[in-house]
Every structure is written in C-alpha cells, then in structure tokens.
C-alpha cells in the first residue's frame, strides 16, 4: 500500500473530506436480494437501473493454497487460460468476441479462493453470458495457449525474484508458515510451472469448480426474474460436488524473529507482523479500529506520524489486518534508506508497544470511528465494487443486512473494547521482521528461510 500526498492532511480534514462525501453516496440506498435459480443456484442481487449493464462478481473456495504442494501456480495458471479459447472458439475468436461485445472477463487466484469478474451491457447480454458458460464449463487448454502463457508466468516469476518488496513478502510468510500452504509463492515457482500440463489444468476445473463451491454477487439493471435463468446457464452444468480438500490450521511459527535477506539495493524494504484476529472473532471491529489508529489510517494513523511526519525516517509505512481461513496475521511494511532501517523498526516496535500498555485516547478512538463509517460508501462506487462486497458478504457470512448493520458494528466499538484488544493481540517480542536489501546496525537473530524463484 503505497501512499502519496502533495499536502499534508490532519485527522480533522481528513474526517470532514470524507463526511462531504458519504452526505452525496448513498450507502443507505443499497437493497440486497437473494436471487435462487431453479437449478438451485444463490445469488445476491443490488439493482442498479440508472446504467443498462449487468455485472456478476463470483468465487469459488478454495485458492492458491489448495494447489498441490509439486504444482503451486496451478490456480494462478488456470486463472490465466480460462478466457484463451473456450468451446469451438480458439483463444484470438474468444477474445475477439469479448472485444466485439465490450465484455470484461476477468479470472484471478488468491489464496483461498478463485474469483471471476464479468461485466457486459445488457443488449449483448445475451451472447456474453454463453461466453461465460463456456469458459467455466468448457476450456479448451489449447498447447499454443498454454505455452504462451507459461512463458508469461515465467518471465513474471524471474522479475518478481528480483523485486525486494516481492522478495521480502514471500521470506515472511516462508519464516512465519513454513511448509503450510500459507508459506508457499502463490503464483508458483520456475520449475512447478515448467511441470503443469494440461491434464493438471483440467483437474483442478474438475475438482474445483461446482456448484456447493460457489458465491454469486450481481449488480445491474436487471430483475430477479430475468437473473434466474441466467444463474442456470451460467453455473447450471458444474458438478453439483467439489472434491476440494481445505489446507489445515496453520500454527505461526518464527515468532519476534529478524531476517535479513542481502540485495544491492540504496533502500530496505521491511515486512513486519504477528499473529492476528480472525475474521468470526467477537472482537474483530475493535481489532479493526485498533489498526486504524495504529497503521491502518494512513496519514493519521500512530506508525506514519512517528515514523514519517515526526522523524522523515520513510515515505510511507502501514499495518493492516489479514484474516485468512486458516490463519490470522496482522502484518505491515516500510521502506527506508539502508542507513535509517535499524531507527524505523525500533519506532515501529515502540508503536506497536506503547499501543499495546495505554490504548489510543478517546478522541483517536472518535476519529477512526467516523473516517471508517463515512469512507465506507466510497467503498460502493461501482457496480463492480459492491458485487464485490456482495460475494465477501457471503464467504464471511455476513448476513445479507451487513451493509446496513455496519455502522451499528464499528460504532459499538469503544475505548475500553480498544484497550482490551491491543493488550491481548500486540506483542512487539513477537513481531517478526523481515528487511530485504543492505541495512546498517541490523543483526538478524536467524538464517532467512530460502524461496525458490
């Protein structure tokens, strides 16, 4: 998250900047409905007549760390081929048909789920959505296809070995992880995408996509009735079953270690964190508005006013909160000249200490309150933004009123709550670190795990 101002901001401005917009979004004008086809198929619809298009937003669980252990980048190349030709069009007529139609077809693999995004104007929504049914359903995995993609995968993978910020992420969560899935690169390495073949594509489609599997978001001008059908064409012919296996618990390892990976280069890049707070946990809001005040808020929160306001040690530096399935992180990043590393992490552990003895004060507490509430709507500016928000409503088990109950949530958070938390969730003892490039005054207190490129 890198963050760029010409001004600087205080909390005050920053707050009233935010309230002149959520007065003109209407956040409280977002209606869900449940849309279930007569195959059977869930989908949570937001009606949106004012521009005649249809956006449809989707995952199916299970991601990155549910690839083979020999065959990581699996998910991410499959991503990768879906829209290179599906059904009796080789990949230059499929994309050339999207193009024709003004189609956005999109896949991506995260760690733990595989998404699409698909958005079309409604007068072509007819064809659009068979191009959809054919990616999911029919594939091809043509070899040009695939080769010309494994030759993309790979010339990425050998610029990523080179990019500290890149570099250091994957030595975090190797330190951290270890062998659980949660430690391994998601997008593969040189020789498991040398080794994915085509049958190794169609398995994972066979294993992973189906119909118990899935979560639907869809924003548009378009009813339930005529969504119905649509679910049906779309989803209606995957298996009714997945054969998904769940990675386990992963048990963080490395706790309060710092690893130094050495590269040439004039400014470190650090990557910090802990174990966190999962996502069904009572006291996520307050974990939440606690990172807000901590490292979350950008140019108000505690990590940049010390760390780049007060002491010009960096140009950005952050936290956030990661609630993954199986593990929970609350983690963070800075980078700063080699000479001033060794200052930004003892700031840093300072932060994250002094948060963890007093809290944050009362007004911080009121502060990150309203910023969170009132930049929320910007958070639904789009049709593809609050499908989005449809689909994360699902796999969290929100509820489908989330939207309207969320300020009730983060309102109920108080100083007493914030206090609780950052006593029991921070600990700088256990902040593992991570410096990739030449630190002065650094000492690592352990070997940096080794990551293959």
Known sequence: MMLKQTISWGSGAL????????????????????????????????????????????????????????????????????DEGAGDLESQAFQGRLETLSVRMSFSAGQETFRGSFKTLNRNREEAVSLLRMALNEPRFDTEAIERMRRQITAGLKRKSTDPNIVASRVWRRAVFGEHPYGRPADGTLKSIADISAQDLRGLVARRF????????????????????????????????????????????ADGETFVVQ?????????????????????????????????????????????????????????????????????????????????????????????????????????????????????????SSIARMLVAMQYHDLGIDYIDRRDDLIDAVTLTDVQRVARRLLDPKKLTVVVVGKPKNVEPTAEAPEIKS
């Open 15 to 82: 707050v009233a900047f935010v309230l002149l917009f959520a007065s003109i979004a209407p956040a409280n004008a977002v209606k869900v409905e449940r849309v279930v086809s007569p195959g059977g198929i869930e989908a949570w619809l937001v009606r949106d007549h004012s521009i005649p298009i249809t956006a449809i937003e989707f995952s199916f669980r299970g991601g990155a760390a549910s690839d083979p252990k020999d065959k990581t980048g699996l998910s991410s190349m499959v991503s990768s081929l879906l």
């Open 263 to 383: 590269m040439d280069i004039p400014q470190s890049v650090v990557v910090f964190g802990q174990q966190g707070i999962k996502r069904d946990s009572p006291d996520y809001y307050t974990a939440y508005v606690m990172n807000y005040i901590l490292g979350g808020g950008g140019f108000s929160s505690r990590l940049y006013t010390e760390v780049r306001e007060k002491r010009g040690l960096a140009y950005s530096v952050y936290s956030y909160l990661n609630p993954m399935q199986r593990a929970a992180i609350i983690s963070g990043g800075v980078s700063t000249r080699n000479d001033q590393v060794a200052q930004s992490i003892d700031v840093i552990r300072e932060e994250w200490d002094r948060m963890r003895k007093t809290g944050p004060t009362v007004d911080e507490v009121v502060d990150a309150k309203t910023f969170m509430n009132g930049s929320f709507p910007l958070r639904l500016s789009s049709t």
């Open 210 to 253: 189906a119909r118990d599997n899935l979560i639907v978001g869809v924003v548009g001008d378009i009813s339930p009735a005529d969504l119905a059908p649509i679910l049906d064409r779309i989803f209606g012919d995957l298996p009714a079953t997945t054969q998904r296996s769940s990675p386990s618990i992963a048990e963080t390892t």
